[in-house]
C-alpha cells in the first residue's frame, strides 16, 4: 500500500509517498480501506517530533479517516465487510489501509458523504469527553469557545447548541466570524478587535459563562479564570502560544472553578468506546437531520500531504482540511 513517511521528523517538507505492508487486523480491530483522512494538530505535532505515538500504535501519521471496511479481526461482530464507516485511529490514517479498533468505528451518517464524515472523529471525540464528559455541559449554560473557526471550534460550537447552551466564541477575522454564525454561535469577538474578556462581561451582563474550552494556553488563563462564574469549568485542550506562564489562583477558590486538561490519543480503548457510543446515540441522529453539519475547506491528494500541514499550520483554514486517498 502507499502511505506516508515523515522520517525522523521535522517540517512538512520531510513528509514523502512511500510503499509498505498493509497491516493486519488484530483481535477486536477492523482493516479499513481508507478513502479520506482527516488533518489534526497532532498530526503536525508527531511529524515535528513532539508527540510521539503511544505503544503499540501505527508510526504512521493520522488519527481519523473514512471509508469501508477490508477485513475483521478475530472477535468483531459488530460490522462486515464493504461497510461504509468513519473511524478514530490510533495512527496510521495517511495510508491506504489502517487498523482501528471496531469500538472506535461509526457507520458514515445517513445524508453525508464519505469525504465529510472523515472530517468528523477526532473533533467530536474531542469535544465531547472534555465539555460533555468532564466538564457536564448542560442546558441553559453559557460555552466560550475559543479558536471558533477551526474543525475543534465548529464542533464545540455544534454541540454546545445541540446542549441547549448559549454560545460565545472567538475568532481573527469577518470570514471565520461568519464562519462560526452559520453553525450557531450567539455571539462571535473578533479577538484583534476587542478583548473577549471585555467583550464576554459586556454580553452577558457582567455575569460571565460557565464553561470555557481552549486551545490557546498560558496567555489566555488568566482572563479565562475572570469570565468563569461560580462552579464554572475551564477544559484546555492545547497550549498553540504556550503552555507556561504566572495566574493569581483566587479566582479558583472564591468561585469554586474546575481546570481541567486532556489528551484523546492516550485514552484507553474502553474510554474511546464509551465516547463513540455516546456520539452514536446523542450527535450521529441531529447529523442525519441536518441539526449538525460537517464543513471542509479544502481537499489535498495523499501525495500532497506536505500542503496540507502547512495550511494547518498556517491557521488560514476553515473547518477541515482533508488528504484524498481513494
Not at 490510533?90 to 457507520?107: I, M, Q, R, S, W
Not at 481541567?260 to 468506546?273: A, C, F, M, V, Y
Not at 481537499?299 to 499550520?313: C, I, S
Request: hydrophobic letters at 40%; charged letters at 20%; one cysteine or more.
Amino acid at each position: 500500500m502507499r502511505y506516508i513517511d515523515h522520517g525522523a521528523g521535522g517540517a512538512a517538507s520531510v513528509m514523502t509517498l512511500a510503499e509498505g505492508a498493509v497491516p493486519e487486523a488484530r483481535p477486536g480491530e477492523v482493516l479499513i480501506e481508507v478513502h479520506y483522512a482527516g488533518i489534526n494538530r497532532p498530526d503536525v505535532l508527531q511529524r515535528s517530533g513532539s508527540y510521539p505515538p503511544p505503544p503499540g500504535a501505527s508510526p504512521v501519521l493520522g488519527l481519523e479517516v473514512a471509508g469501508r471496511v477490508a477485513a475483521l479481526g478475530e472477535g468483531v461482530v459488530e460490522w462486515q465487510v464493504g461497510d461504509l464507516i468513519t473511524a478514530l485511529t490510533p495512527g496510521g490514517g495517511y495510508a491506504e489501509y489502517c487498523t482501528a479498533p471496531a469500538g472506535h468505528v461509526l457507520p458514515v451518517p445517513e445524508g453525508l458523504t464519505v469525504a465529510e464524515a472523515a472530517a468528523l472523529p477526532e473533533n467530536w471525540f474531542t469535544v465531547w469527553a472534555n465539555l460533555r464528559d468532564m466538564c457536564r455541559l448542560k442546558a441553559g449554560e453559557r460555552l466560550l469557545v475559543h479558536g471558533g473557526s477551526g474543525g475543534i471550534g465548529l464542533a464545540a460550537i455544534q454541540l454546545g447548541k445541540l446542549t441547549g447552551c448559549e454560545v460565545f466564541t472567538t475568532v481573527g477575522n469577518d470570514e471565520k466570524a461568519a464562519a462560526c454564525r452559520a453553525m450557531g454561535a450567539d455571539h462571535v469577538i473578533n479577538y484583534k478587535h476587542a478583548d473577549f474578556k471585555d467583550s464576554v462581561r459586556r454580553l452577558t451582563g457582567d455575569q460571565g459563562v460557565d464553561v470555557v474550552l481552549d486551545m490557546v494556553g498560558a496567555p489566555y488563563l488568566q482572563k479565562n479564570l475572570s469570565i468563569l462564574r461560580k462552579d464554572g469549568r475551564l477544559a484546555i485542550i492545547a497550549f498553540l502560544e504556550g503552555s507556561k506562564g504566572e495566574f493569581d489562583l483566587m479566582p479558583v477558590m472564591l468561585k469554586r472553578l474546575t481546570i481541567t486538561g486532556s489528551t484523546l490519543r492516550p485514552r484507553s480503548i474502553e474510554e474511546k468506546t464509551a465516547i463513540r457510543d455516546a456520539l452514536r446515540k446523542d450527535v450521529w441522529p441531529a447529523i442525519t437531520q441536518g441539526k449538525v453539519k460537517s464543513r471542509i475547506h479544502a481537499v489535498f491528494p495523499l501525495a500532497e500531504a506536505d500542503k496540507a500541514h502547512e495550511l494547518m499550520e498556517s491557521s488560514r483554514h476553515i473547518g477541515k482540511i482533508l488528504l484524498q486517498v481513494k
